[in-house]
């Protein structure tokens, strides 16, 4: 359950993109107008703000989130761009086109918003409103749709609010959105681009820019395939170390992965605490980079009990999935 605030609907102007500048900057939550939909902006460097935004949404797991940035320079700091990506952001950006791409060494955007995958999804939108707030943070922001999850993505600020009020700080009302549909999906990671969603760009444009029908993602993958962007199943970063769920003591040599101020009997190889107050959102915000951190040195990583609330569910079925058996 996502923390009651106090939400704030405003007219655009020249205050109110500052204000939702400033939110961002301090780890709040802001919805604002795009070519597509309303998206639910937060910023894409801060765990903490990531995982507020995923409570807000009751997003059921951490599928990977879109960093939206004002231009292609930007968007070269996140991710490693080929010839056909080149290509496609030449031509459709700033537009409805998100690409999915290998991130760069430097890529600061929280692990949390990429789902631990060594991949991004980045988009620059064509937006005024959406330019002017990027440009006045000077971070990547992600900004899935800004409703409730399974719910219909809004294209007015009316829509927001019907949904989020309560849940995030600040929503910039900037008339109805003009595309309506989300943005076009296209992997380009090596060989040859593949289509993941149909959005506001047709197939055929895309198609017409290659130079050759571009082939499309099954639509139903399986949950060993890897997810690459929004609307496809989760999978996560899964860690060489083999994870132990549920965990109330420790076997010899394991580390441990703890939640909340009480430890299990035995002495770790290594500990981390998700959050020693069992805060999910805190715990939610920490997980990825505390599991990357234990692995490191660990054969064997030792997961107290996290409650199935809030956030609690995420980060279980994330945790169930990266403990699965691998062939």
């Known amino acids: 359950m996502s923390a009651i605030v106090t939400t704030r609907l405003a007219r655009t102007d020249a205050q109110s993109v500052r204000d939702a500048a400033d939110v961002l900057a301090a780890g ?42 004002p231009d292609i320079a930007a968007a070269r700091k996140l991710a490693e761009f080929d010839d056909r990506a080149e290509k496609l952001a030449a031509t459709f950006w700033p537009g409805p086109l998100t690409l999915v791409m290998p991130k760069t060494l430097i890529c600061p955007v929280s692990e949390l918003a990429t789902a631990g995958l060594n991949s991004i999804a980045v988009r620059v939108p064509h937006h005024p409103i959406a330019q002017d707030i990027l440009a ?39 008339g109805a959105t003009p595309v309506g549909v989300e943005s076009t999906i296209v992997a380009c990671l090596g060989g040859e681009p593949i289509l993941l969603r149909h959005g506001g ?15 499309e993602a099954p639509e ?8 690459l962007a929004p609307g496809m199943l989760t999978s996560h970063y899964a860690p060489k170390a ?21 430890k299990p009997p035995g002495t770790p190889a290594a500990a981390l605490n998700l ?32 409650p199935e609330q809030g956030l ?6 994330r945790l169930r999935r990266a403990a699965a058996p691998r062939i």
Request: glycine share 10%; net charge negative.
């Open 242 to 262: 083999r994870l132990r769920l549920g965990a109330t003591y420790l076997e010899p040599g394991e580390a441990l992965l703890a939640f909340g101020p009480q």
């Open 201 to 215: 760009v047709a197939r055929d444009e895309i198609s017409r820019v290659l130079g050759h029908d571009i082939r």
């Open 275 to 306: 959050s020693e107050s069992g805060d999910v959102v805190e715990a939610a915000a920490n997980l990825f980079a505390h599991l990357r951190a234990l692995d490191r040195g660990a054969s064997a990583i030792a997961v107290m009990p996290i």
């Open 28 to 69: 709040g939550l802001v919805a604002f107008p795009t070519e597509t939909v309303y998206g639910l902006g937060a910023d894409a460097t801060n765990d903490r703000a990531v995982a507020r935004l995923f409570a807000a949404k009751g997003r059921p797991s951490f599928n990977p989130l879109i960093a939206h940035v």
């Open 136 to 174: 006045a943070l000077g971070k990547p922001v992600v900004a899935p749709s800004a409703n409730r999850s399974g719910h219909v993505s809004p294209t007015t600020a009316q829509h927001v609010l019907a949904d989020l009020d309560g849940r995030v700080d600040l929503i910039v009302d900037g």
């Open 220 to 227: 139903n993958p399986s949950d060993d395939e890897a997810p």
């Open 312 to 317: 609690g569910e995420a980060i279980n079925d």
